[in-house]
């Protein structure tokens, strides 16, 4: 018994010979990567607030000056970034990120192959 002769696969870049084929392979490729970089981004905005949560924290919890600041810090730090221009980080987007890592400590883990060796976290 001989084996039936493979079929090749199907190219994924093989040229469209028609407009609509044209049409429908650029559509495609732009929807795959359009989805691709959403996923990239979304998981990259998440794990950049739960960062800014922890540092937040961690200030709290150990910062030199945290008796001079008290509740006031989380309004100090808006204020600053804000001078900075750092999008997204008005006071009530920062109690936010403090909450987040609050409830997800375990994000930690997730962070670890993605900081480099020497990271503060």
């Known amino acids: 018994?001989?084996?039936?002769?493979?079929?090749?696969?199907?190219?994924?870049?093989?040229p469209a010979h028609d407009f609509n084929a044209l049409v429908d392979a650029i559509s495609r490729v732009h929807e795959e990567c359009s989805a691709a970089v959403n996923r990239t981004v979304n998981t990259t905005l998440t794990l950049r607030n739960w960062v800014i949560g922890y540092y937040i924290v961690e200030y709290e919890m150990r910062g030199a000056d945290r008796a001079k600041y008290g509740e006031g810090v989380i309004t100090a730090l808006a204020?600053?970034?804000?001078?900075?221009?750092?999008?997204?980080c008005d006071r009530r987007e920062l109690y936010r990120y403090r909450l987040?890592?609050?409830?997800?400590?375990?994000?930690?883990?997730?962070?670890?192959?993605?900081?480099?060796?020497?990271?503060?976290i």
């Open 1 to 14: 018994m001989s084996a039936k002769p493979r079929k090749p696969s199907a190219n994924p870049l093989k």
């Open 79 to 88: 204020d600053a970034l804000v001078i900075r221009k750092i999008p997204r």
């Open 100 to 120: 987040f890592h609050l409830a997800y400590p375990q994000i930690v883990e997730t962070l670890s192959p993605l900081l480099p060796p020497n990271s503060e």
